[in-house]
Every structure is written in C-alpha cells, then in structure tokens.
C-alpha cells in the first residue's frame, strides 16, 4: 500500500504477512489476504461493499480524516529517505571539500568500496561542479603548481585539523568498508591540494 491508494476510491486488497495491519492508513481501510484460506471471506466482503454505500464509505474514511501515524511515518520514510534503498546495491557518501558546508552525494557500487575507487569518484563529482577549491584565491602564485587539483586526504567528517592532516588514515580498503558499515550515514570532507 502506498499514497497513491489516497488519490483512488478503491479499497486495496493486500497480499501479505499480518505485519501490514501495523502500517495500514487505518483498521478497516483494506482487505487482507495472508493465505488461501482468506480468499473466500475477502470476496464475501467485496461483495458487502459493493452492497453497501454506508460501509464502502467507512472503509474510505480515512481518506478525508487522515490516515494512522504509523501510515504517514512508512510513506515519509520512503519520500524523505529514497537515496536509502539505492543503499542495497550503491552507497552514497556525502563529501566536501574542508572549510565549507555544502556536502555533495558520491555514488559507489559496493564492489568498487575502495580509497581509490572513491578518490576518483570524488575527483570527478567535483570536476563535474566545476569546483573551485577554497585555496585557489588565497594561495601564493609560488605556491600554486599546475591547474591540476588532487586529493591530499579524505577523512570522516568532525576530525580536527590536526587529526584530519597528521594523524588519520584508513589502513586499507576493509578499513573504508568497515567505517562505512559501521556509520551508514557516514560524512567526508577532503583536502584538495
């Protein structure tokens, strides 16, 4: 069942685990088959709504009252949190570049969970965006080098500056994966240099 069931004035017939009554817009809002045995009672009371106006209607109540918390929570996850199911099978990263607050999302398939995999794939984003990194006015024309930009360092988001340059590495690619698994809404930033 979905949101979209609020704009027909049909009553949805659901196949399922019993678990679906905890989400239902409301007790009486839909028919419910969990096995074989519940088709003939789920026809019986098809043909009842059919026959009777006062009781299609309640089914429909909910409609114009407002559907159960439980309803409204399940239809805001998957509206607010769609980029988690692309989480099965990609992993979103969000990741910027130190000293600012914008944070862009970065695809990885989780096969390609690697330090290079994602410092290209940050190099790219950012080329894509046509990024100007934040030391590209203030540093020395000594000091500048090529136009090329790279990645001196990504590090999970809240480290000081001192950690983020001196001290943090990941050991390896497990190390990536294991932050990643632990912290499934894990942040980067990045030095660019």
Known sequence: MDSQIKSSRSVPVVVGPPNIEEFAPASDSFL???SMEDVEPVAKRM??????????NQTLRW???GPS?????LVDVASVHSSC???IF???LPGGERGR??????????????????ESAVLAKFKSLKHEVVWKKERPGSLKGDKEVKI????PLGLTQRQALYNFKFEGNSSLGSHIQDNPCAKFEVVFV
């Open 63 to 65: 409609k114009y009252e």
């Open 152 to 155: 001196h360092r990504i590090y």
């Open 32 to 34: 419910h088959i969990k």
């Open 69 to 73: 918390d439980s309803f409204k929570a």
């Open 101 to 118: 607050f914008e944070m862009e999302s970065i695809f990885l398939r989780g096969k390609s969970l690697t330090q290079e995999a994602l």
């Open 90 to 92: 990609h992993f979103s």
């Open 47 to 56: 043909k009842y709504l059919a026959a009777n106006p006062t009781a299609y």
């Open 85 to 87: 199911r692309l989480c």
